[in-house]
């Protein structure tokens, strides 16, 4: 307040997914904020300043002393931890520490770390499940702890016992929507999983992630409209790069 917060999605991604694909982080390598120049000189914010240290400032702020993600506050000061928030923030932090930004204060994280964890393996918190595995691969790096690294290892193998290994689809409660949207989602999670094994020289943990994903990205391939589907659709130039909502869909989900 008084300003207004709208988004607009980057032309290089489709929703989160291909964020872990460096040749289009190259191309994006920093979160971008659009403002008025009237608004912008009232706030001695100049074209091309650094935002990143005041929103990682923001981000920790979330983290109460349990290590709950506190997404917003009621009006008599409670709180309310929203479902997807917790691994959002957590990949962002441990991004924000591997790329050298601000401060890193690796405690607090591990200890937010472990309150969602704990979620994960008593609470059924299922939603968060393609998050988790992002952040606790990058977080298993900026914290360098064994600990980290075995969670997402254990959140990557709960996900690889929900996917088919004939279609390459997840079938699970998670509410991301049609199945193409969410294969996508979680295929990015394991993406992440995958490079961590590879670093650590987990061969037979490198060979059971790639088997997934190459029958997962089967799928979208087969999901995602190409040009040889042009002949059928009435507007092939809106269509083009959608996913479907399923095999048995013409429907476009995203």
């Known amino acids: 307040y008084p300003l207004i917060l709208t988004c607009v999605k980057h032309a290089l991604f489709c ?33 091309g300043a650094g935002l990143i240290p005041e929103l990682e400032a ?11 993600i506190v997404a917003r506050r009621t009006a008599d000061d409670g709180s309310e931890v929203e479902g997807e928030a917790g691994g959002l923030v957590l990949l962002a932090l441990a991004y924000a520490a591997c790329a050298g930004h601000g401060a890193w204060d690796r405690s607090r994280w591990l200890t937010a770390f472990r309150f969602h964890r704990h979620r994960f393996r ?16 990058v977080g298993a790096r900026a914290a360098a702890d064994e600990e980290v690294a075995a969670a997402a290892h254990e ?18 409660h998670h509410p991301a929507g049609p199945s193409g949207v969410r294969t996508g989602l979680y295929l ?24 997934a994903m190459d029958v997962g990205c ?14 059928v659709l009435p507007d092939p130039s809106r269509a083009m790069g959608g996913i479907r909502e399923g095999r048995g869909c013409s429907r476009v989900a995203c």
């Open 188 to 211: 990015e999670g394991l993406g992440a999983v995958l490079d961590l094994a590879v670093e650590l020289g987990q061969r037979r943990l490198v060979r059971k992630y790639r088997r």
């Open 122 to 137: 008593y609470a059924g918190s299922l939603c968060q499940v393609p998050g988790l595995m992002q952040a606790f691969s």
């Open 218 to 231: 089967r799928l979208l391939e087969r999901l995602t409209i190409q040009g040889a589907d042009g002949s």
């Open 58 to 68: 923001v981000l920790w702020e979330t983290i109460d002393r349990h290590g709950r």
């Open 15 to 47: 929703e989160t997914q291909h964020r872990g694909l460096p040749s289009l982080r190259r191309q994006a390598r920093e979160p971008e904020v659009e403002l008025h120049p009237a608004a912008a000189a009232e706030r001695s914010i100049r074209p």
């Open 155 to 172: 959140v990557a193998a709960w996900a690889l016992s929900c996917q088919s290994r004939r279609t390459g689809e997840f079938f699970t």
